[in-house]
């Protein structure tokens, strides 16, 4: 299941007649409120749409929220796991705490990276390093797919790209594994943060 195989999936859900303002509107009565632009961009396939968009989607044309849930969790894995995947990115990227898709993802960290001081990948390599000689927790090849857009970014990569970035507080590295999981898991999915650390 791609992200692509998801939108087709969706669209198959929403009658020719129903606009997405509507959608919007019924998405807000059901007490899972979508913008129209969300739910637009949510079947068209460029990049993976959060899961509560998804569910706002799938609720508001009386489709099957478990069936959404299996597909969607398909997609995001497979988002992961393919290395050549390429997200068209926002012009700008939104405050932290409101990362919903992967593109914004993204682009926060390679903000972060400036704000760092641009570092190299040898650099961030360097700063990740495994303690005793053991390699490093972000290899070269890794996290540089990553931060080109053609891999996605994994919940134990992103911990450790802010580590080297600086960001060394407890409270604002949670708030980078937050905005990883709006971006990639739907609810009740275990991250590997809590091992990571």
Known sequence: MTRKELAEWLRSLRPSWFTYSQMAHQSKQLGHPASAAALCRADKGRSLPPWKTVEAYVRSCEGSVSEARKLWGRAARAATQVRSVRVSLPRTAPALPYVTEPAELLLAMRNLRIAAGQPSLR???????????????????????????????????????????GVTRESEIHQWMNAWKRAYQPEGVASRYSTAC
């Open 123 to 165: 650099e961030l390599v360097n700063r990740a390093a495994v303690p005793g000689g053991g390699g490093s927790y972000l290899p070269r090849t890794t996290i540089g797919d990553v931060l080109s857009g053609k891999r996605a970014c994994t919940d134990v990569v992103l911990l450790h790209f802010v580590k080297a970035c």
